[in-house]
């Protein structure tokens, strides 16, 4: 079975905090992906990845950075956590190509106080 | 640009027959996908419809495609109590652009 694993279920940080969410496949994935779940939003696209090093700001980048420096980890980095960003994080990862689907982690739950 | 409606909610009786509607901008895809969330989870992939069909069955479920109106909608069919979830769907293929989600809430 296809594995995504993220760090943690639940986080609370505090206000100018440097947060890093972490995201872990075990398929070999070449795509990867962090979306945020707002209540009546839906899924918003924040950034991609489509190989190591390489990566595509989605929708809604700002506030936020990624890192991948291994194919199987892709990393969400919140410089300075503001109110704004409590939010239901989840990652995903994909092979490349037309037919494909997407897997998910369970998510992140993250609470900025 | 892409974008993706869907109804937010939707209520229906254990044995009915739910929709859940998806209008969408955009129909370049080759394949059209419906997932999952159930509570406290993340997506999972539902089914699917490759772009030159009209309709798929995956047996309790219907997929639907009009692309002359930008139309796709999931049925499903005896909706029961383990249905209850959020239903996104995703026409755009690899660019993975989901639909706002529909909250099915199944009603004993």
């Known amino acids: 079975d296809v594995k995504v694993t993220q760090s943690s279920r639940y986080l609370v940080k505090r206000t100018g905090e440097k947060v890093f969410l972490e995201c872990v496949q075990d398929m070999d994935h070449e795509n990867m992906f962090w979306y945020r779940q707002d209540p009546g939003l839906g899924l918003r696209l924040i950034y991609f990845?489509?190989?190591?090093?390489?990566?595509e700001k989605g929708d809604i980048p700002e506030g936020y950075s990624v890192s991948r420096e291994k194919k199987e980890r892709f990393s969400l980095i919140l410089e300075s956590a503001s109110t704004n960003q409590t939010s239901m994080y989840l990652c995903a990862s994909s092979y490349q190509g037309a037919a494909t689907e997407a897997f998910f982690g369970q998510g992140t739950r993250l609470t900025v106080v | 640009g892409e974008d993706v409606e869907q109804s937010l909610f939707l209520s229906v009786r254990e044995g009915d027959s739910s929709v859940i509607n998806c209008t969408y901008t955009?129909?370049?895809?080759?394949?059209l996908y419906w997932y999952k969330q159930e509570p406290g989870a993340g997506l999972q992939l539902l089914t699917y419809i490759f772009s030159n069909m009209d309709m798929k069955q995956d047996q309790r479920l219907t997929v639907l495609l009009n692309k002359k109106d930008k139309h796709l909608s999931l049925r499903i069919a005896d909706t029961q109590t383990g249905d209850s979830a959020i239903y996104f769907c995703?026409?755009?293929?690899?660019?993975?652009?989901f639909g706002p989600g529909t909250r099915l809430s199944v009603l004993p």
């Open positions: 995703e026409p755009y293929g690899q660019n993975f652009v």
């Open positions: 990845s489509y190989d190591v090093k390489m990566k």
């Open positions: 955009d129909s370049s895809s080759t394949y």
